[in-house]
């Protein structure tokens, strides 16, 4: 399993209902890591932000992807320059909304969550995952 990688338990039910619990253990992988809870789900005609977390004067955007095991691609691999686009303009309408976050830096991180061939699955978190318009 690489590094920074979690085993989660099995998930099973419909795909709506796998995404919800799949945003519920990676904010709670992400609060044992320090990181506080903000907000989660936030929405907007740009696009959506699954969870926003914060350290310290950091605000986190956190984009969760749980993918099965017999996807093509995987979760990491699926937030393409288009997502990252729409999630830098969602985080960036989130801050317009909320002065007491227009002064922090940001970040985006990923929480990734796979299947595995053991019927597993296991949580990659990536800090940093990517810069708006790098």
């Known amino acids: 399993m690489p590094a920074g990688a979690e085993r989660l338990p099995h998930m099973h039910g419909r795909t709506a209902t796998k995404g919800a619990r799949a945003e519920v253990y990676a904010r709670k992988f ?4 320090g990181l506080r809870y903000v907000d989660r789900n936030i929405r907007c005609r740009f696009g959506e932000i699954d969870l926003v977390m914060r350290s310290d004067q950091l605000l986190v955007f956190a984009e969760v992807r749980f993918r099965r095991a017999r996807n093509l691609i995987s979760a990491v691999e699926s937030i393409d320059r288009n997502k990252q686009r729409k999630l830098a303009q ?4 989130y801050l317009s909304r909320s002065k007491r ?3 922090c830096a940001v970040r985006f991180d990923v929480v990734a969550i796979d299947g595995r061939s053991d019927g597993q699955y296991a949580l990659q978190w990536i800090q940093d995952a990517f810069r708006p318009g790098a």
């Open 30 to 33: 992400l609060e044992r890591h």
């Open 101 to 103: 976050w227009q002064s």
């Open 90 to 93: 969602t985080a960036s309408w």
